[in-house]
């Protein structure tokens, strides 16, 4: 069996919005663009996978729309979920993005935040696994 890159960090859903400034306490402001994407440990087992090695994901996702977003983007990367569902959604961080390139996030916790040491001990690990 082939050694596997196997992440044990949390993934997010990333919603990034450009904004001309942060707004003041209490008003609201426009953001110029909005969209959504992966984050946390997507963006390293992305780039692992990119490279053709084998990448296996150990954290947890949910039932809920933003863990089917995410599912959707492992699967078209190859990566693939070693963990089983969790009734429940994964966190979002929204990311305020100046056009200087300052960020400012506002991350809530979900399901991912909340690792099972029971769902843990059931990875089935290999020789040569590289655990992250």
Known sequence: MTARFVSTHS?????????????????SIHADAASSRPGGG?????????????AAMASSLGTGPNSYTVRQQLIAEGITVLT????????????LIEPDGSMTSIVTAGGESEPSRTALDRLVLTPGDLIH
């Open 11 to 27: 993934v997010v859903l990333v919603l990034p919005m450009h904004i001309a400034h942060s707004p003041v306490r209490g008003a």
């Open 42 to 54: 997507f963006t390293t087992l992305s780039a692992v996978a990119a490279q053709g090695i084998s």
């Open 84 to 95: 089983q569902e969790l009734v429940g959604d994964i966190g979002v961080a929204i990311q």
